[in-house]
């Protein structure tokens, strides 16, 4: 990987074993920890830096921005924070960032307040090794069995649910989380608190914070592109960031959302360019696997066969606005109408937090045909994705105090979208204006009725009056209900031609690839699934034999995982 953070804790000369540190741009080697980082951005402003002095060191990986009127560097004042109040400081940090400090005999690495970025760690007999690669922190483990209850949560839902990962020996850093030389626990940055709606005006906060959120990352080096749809939320980038000089979006030349996208580009005075979706959009190479990290589908990486064609330095995108903004895993009411599920407004009444969330990770109940003979204790998959589900929400129950809250965070945990991030930030500068600390608090502060699409285009109606000019062409009116029914009438009545995706019809496109020959040629069984759920079960095997000295692992493992599995690592 381009960009990378590891490091070894009490390791007394283990890192050398296992790494070159020529291999990174900056190395730092205290009394406790040897850390190193790999960033060409490393030292421009909001990006990756460091700094150690004769109180111990810090390091800053990815996009993190100490708060505003600080004239130190990040990294020194984050070590100046951590001697006073210790890992209190880590509140004051903002952005997509890994943080490390030695002080004194403190040793800890820790996440952002939503884990937007995964540390991998394991235990050796040298000291905890740690870091952004998995294969490398796996090489390092002396343990190498599967985690088999890590891999049918992979295989059911596209997802390894909360600290676990698909090996018993490898362990995520936890949400909102931390690790030092011998333990793992949470810190308290990311927790629901619903503000007065008296002092707190939902709207007014969300624009203003929006603005400040971009504005902090306009100066960013070099030429500046985004990633650009014909929806909502990406609009707003290209809208408020004075010096945008491209955006980029990814379909057919002619659709009409990309038709919609090329003229809000135009009207910004941002040039515009099509990625044309073609057969690389199911992209199955194992350097696009990769950014999977062993823990998340690798088709979230829309753009992964279009990069050679995105030449600009700096990336925004809008990613996880519809999370942190616009309740993506909220639970909207519907009505059936003689079968059909009609969209309301307001949120669904009294929601099932299992169903909501397995439909958002990605579970298909073709699932239920292929793994009951492998359950010990449950009758079908949904019983099992209950379990993983009932889990997480006893385990952050003191996080949150209503239902849909609760669904929101076990889906922000584990959001299955990531892999999106991965891969853009270790190929440009990428910007990840959703997770600005100011936006995260704002959704803590709003109550989930409150966090919907209404909400966000009246903020950035405030933002640009101009800036629903171009209506995206899937909700042609301003009414949500006009747009319902309009999208259920297209869906329901002949000679209406229904609302479509720009982007290649996924089964199509498996199909006229011969995919089910190329990937599964010995298991005829496998040809019948559903093509997502094949798509991840080739993931999967890929990720894990990459991380082998031998090809052993085989998609029959993944239908049916044996209790004792070990990899030849």
Known sequence: MNKELFGVLDGDGAFD??????????????????????DPALGFPGRSATYHDERGHCVLWGEVYPPDGVSVSAAEYTLDRYAAVGTDAFSELNGSFLVFVEFDDDVVVATDPVRSWQCFYTDTADGRVFGTNPHRVLSAASDPN??????????????????????????NVPFDGYITADDAGTLSRFVYD?????????????????KRAIGRRTSNPGSHGVLLSGGYDSRALVAQHPDIDICYTLGSSGHPEVEVAKRIAHQYGAAHETLVANDEYLNVDKDVIEYSIGTRESIHIHHAGCDDKMTVDTIFHGLLFDTFLRGHFLPRNVVDIFGNKFPLDGLDPDPDPTEVLSSKFGYHPACDHVFPECYDEFDTSMDFIDDVVCEQLDKWSERYDNVYDSIALVGIQNQPSVPFHFELADNYVESFVAVDAELLEWHLKTPPEERN??????????????????????????SF?????????????????????????????????????????????????????????????????????????????????????????
């Not at 891999?151 to 020996?169: F, N």
């Not at 609302?499 to 089964?507: A, K, T």
């Open 453 to 478: 699409t209404e909400t966000v285009k009246r903020a950035m109606r405030k933002l640009n009056p101009n800036i629903f000019r171009h209506q995206p062409p899937d909700r042609p009116h301003h």
């Open 194 to 210: 619903p503000a007065d709606p008296e002092e707190f005006d939902y709207v007014s906060e969300l624009a203003s914070r929006l």
């Open 17 to 38: 074993d296992l790494v070159s540190r020529s291999s990174f741009d900056w190395a730092t080697e205290g009394e406790r920890a040897t850390v190193a980082i790999r």
């Open 481 to 569: 209900q006009k747009n319902q029914i309009e999208k259920f009438l297209r869906k329901k009545l002949p000679g209406l031609e229904p609302f479509s995706s720009p982007w290649p019809d996924m089964e199509a496109q498996y199909e006229q690839n011969e995919l089910d020959r190329k990937l599964f040629p010995k298991y005829p069984s496998i040809h019948d699934l559903p093509v997502r759920v094949k798509l991840r079960i080739n993931d999967i095997t890929t990720w894990m034999n990459a991380a082998s000295d031998e090809n052993a692992f085989t998609p029959d493992d993944v239908l049916c995982p044996r209790s004792r599995l070990s990899m030849g690592i």
């Open 146 to 171: 599967v985690d088999t209850r890590g891999l049918l949560e992979y295989v059911h839902m596209g997802v390894v649910v909360g600290d676990r990962t698909v090996y018993k020996s490898l362990k």
